[in-house]
T-cell receptor, first 116, second 112 residues
Framework: GAGVSQSPRYKVAKRGQDVALRCDPISGHVSLFWYQQALGQGPEFLTY????????KSGLPSDRFFAERPEGSVSTLKIQRTQQEDSAVYLC??????????????FGEGSRLTVL | QQQVKQSPQSLIVQKGGISIINCAYE??????FPWYQQFPGKGPALLIAIRPDVSEKKEGRFTISFNKSAKQFSLHIMDSQPGDSATYFCAARTSTGNQFYFGTGTSLTVIP
């Protein structure tokens, strides 16, 4: 497909489990963002990659959250020792242009994480 | 602290009417203001965007009005249709920043 693809679409985890969420951005897109969207709220920034470099991780809520994009394409958001407050939809977005340039953000459909 | 404040939280409009959603910001470094539309179970999709050097931008039935001095901007949906029923988010970003700051969203329902 031509859009941003995220998997899994739904994930149920027991408290304390580790989870990994995958994002396949649009081919050739330089910028990749992860956002967290709580129920009934707007997306909140987690982290930003320019190619393989993680240039901003200021939004990651704790050191249990880790993201990588080793080859500048696919990205993985990992959450260790999940807590109930981690329950949210995790959105991935990609953009053709670098941050600071006005490029449209293309969002995936998100991965809904429920921590029991 | 919410960087972009959005209102109303929900809105019900008759088909054919005008839907108006408002946003306000404080950070004068913001230089790009997009609006996103989100349907249930989907990711947000860009609807229309504006830079602060213009006061209005229109694309079809969608118009952004921008008031730089008041640090406010709004989305107007003319001739609202049931298919417009969705959640709308305003957002803002600085020229040097990586982050898009989103409002809390407005749930729009257009009734036939």
């Amino acid at each position: 497909g031509a859009g941003v693809s995220q998997s899994p679409r739904y994930k149920v985890a027991k408290r304390g489990q580790d989870v990994a969420l995958r994002c396949d951005p649009i081919s050739g897109h330089v910028s990749l963002f992860w956002y967290q969207q709580a129920l009934g709220q707007g997306p909140e920034f987690l982290t930003y990659f320019q190619n393989e470099a993680q240039l901003d991780k200021s939004g990651l809520p704790s050191d249990r959250f880790f993201a990588e994009r080793p080859e500048g394409s696919v990205s993985t958001l990992k959450i260790q020792r999940t807590q109930q407050e981690d329950s949210a939809v995790y959105l991935c977005a990609s953009s053709l242009l670098q941050a600071g340039e006005t490029g449209e953000l293309f969002f995936g459909e998100g991965s809904r994480l429920t921590v029991l | 602290q919410q960087q972009v404040k959005q209102s109303p939280q929900s809105l019900i409009v008759q088909k054919g009417g005008i839907s108006i959603i408002n946003c306000a910001y404080e950070n004068t470094a913001f230089d790009y203001f997009p609006w996103y539309q989100q349907f249930p179970g989907k990711g947000p999709a860009l609807l229309i965007a504006i830079r602060p050097d213009v006061s209005e931008k229109k694309e079809g039935r969608f118009t952004i009005s921008f008031n730089k001095s008041a640090k406010q901007f709004s989305l107007h949906i003319m001739d609202s249709q049931p298919g417009d029923s969705a959640t709308y988010f305003c957002a803002a970003r600085t020229s040097t920043g990586n982050q898009f700051y989103f409002g809390t969203g407005t749930s729009l329902t257009v009734i036939p």
